[in-house]
């Protein structure tokens, strides 16, 4: 595989389908009112795994570019402190900054002055290939969680 469909299969993995969904496939339709909704056998809120995936997401995209970044406080400093937003607007924010931050990161891949197999200087061994795979994992996981709890929120109805 050369460097260039290593760059696209990477950004495929953040952005497509693929076996999964969208990021925007998982947040579009979400019903405002269940934002703060807690279903059974579903350990958190819509607005909780929208933060979650976030924070995560800007943590990575800030530790790939960044020697100054310091990450959150693991596990607290990755996940909000309410259930619900404060409103609707915070919803939207946290899902514009999403998507603000994943454009970001995918701009790192594809730029080819960006080695993908070099160790981050400030890291301990990560490099951006590595980062760009615990990003597609980490999100898809939580996307489905969203897609999950959208789907227990319907059957409550």
């Given amino acids: 595989m050369s460097d260039k469909e290593l760059r696209q299969h990477l950004l495929s993995m953040l952005t497509k389908p693929n076996a999964h969904l969208t990021f925007q496939e998982a947040v579009i339709d979400f019903p405002p009112e269940h934002y703060g909704a807690l279903v059974d056998g579903c350990a958190h809120t819509a607005w909780q795994l929208l933060e979650h995936l976030r924070i995560a997401q800007w943590d990575i995209l800030e530790f790939s570019r960044d020697s100054g970044h310091v990450s959150p406080k693991f596990p607290d400093g990755y996940w909000p ?74 059957r409550l109805k």
């Fill in 81 to 154: 402190e309410k259930a619900a937003p404060p409103d609707g607007e915070a919803w939207r924010k946290s899902v514009a900054q999403f998507k603000n931050d994943l454009r970001q990161m995918c701009d790192l891949i594809s730029d080819g002055a960006n080695d993908l197999f070099a160790k981050i200087p400030h890291g301990d061994g990560q490099t951006l290939l590595r980062e760009a795979l615990v990003l597609a994992k980490h999100n898809s996981y939580h996307m489905g969680q969203l897609v999950m709890l959208k789907k227990a929120l319907k």
